[in-house]
């Protein structure tokens, strides 16, 4: 299991009571920031500047990354990546024993021609989050928004930066230069609140102890 430490920010766009749409920050496991998004384009008003902007409805199901669907379970996610002659897995993969990798929360594949990473996160053995960082020599930003335009239909920009989709409990969001984010928006919440009241629980803990 990997010991070390990275960081993987998911941007979970949601509506609240208000009709505003709002915009969390979230690393994996733990929620970084809230901050709202908004259009960039200093012609607009100040009070237009500040409305907030909802990921655009896809016209198809956004259902993951090639043949690896969200909710998939870590074994069936391996052998999809195995399987896909352009994405390198980290050794320890190749002859894994699923039994003893239960504690394992995410998946990374190794650096290679076509891409620069990609994590694919796991919760209860379902696979909720899926980030993809895309060689920028070999693709750019206009291009990958050109090919999920197209198959999705057209994107809403956040901000300069960001474009979101969004089909049910599922936002995809494409981000410069050249990373997609596939998200369970429902999963990514349970966690983010889980490991909230966990902390919560470690720093009484802690507190009591003085």
Do not use: C
Not at 50 to 64: F, M, N, Q, R
Not at 77 to 84: F, Q, V
Not at 99 to 114: G, L, P, V, W, Y
């Amino acid at each position: 299991m990997y010991k070390g430490s990275f960081t993987i920010s998911l941007v979970i766009f949601s509506q609240n009571n208000n009709t505003n749409i709002e915009a969390t920050t979230q690393e994996h496991r733990v929620i970084i920031t809230n901050n709202n998004a908004y259009t960039n384009n200093n012609t607009r008003s100040e009070e237009e500047k500040k409305e907030l902007i909802a990921p655009a409805k896809a016209e198809v199901a956004i259902t993951g990354f090639g043949n690896i669907s969200l909710g998939a379970n870590m074994e069936s996610t391996i052998e999809h990546l195995m399987n896909n002659p352009i994405i390198s897995l980290p050794r320890k993969y190749q002859d894994i024993d699923i039994a003893s990798e239960t504690s394992d929360s995410f998946i990374s594949i190794n650096q290679n021609k076509f891409f620069r990473s990609g994590y694919f996160l796991f919760q209860n053995d379902s696979l909720y989050a899926i980030t993809i960082r895309y060689q920028q020599n070999q693709t750019d930003f206009l291009a990958l928004l050109q090919t999920l335009n197209d198959k999705y239909g057209k994107g809403a920009f956040m901000n300069a930066d960001t474009v979101a989709w969004e089909y049910g409990d599922v936002q995809m969001i494409l981000e410069r230069p050249t990373t997609i984010k596939y998200i369970n928006t429902n999963i990514a919440n349970d966690v983010r609140v889980n490991y909230t009241n966990m902390i919560l629980t470690n720093q009484l803990d802690i507190l009591e102890g003085i």
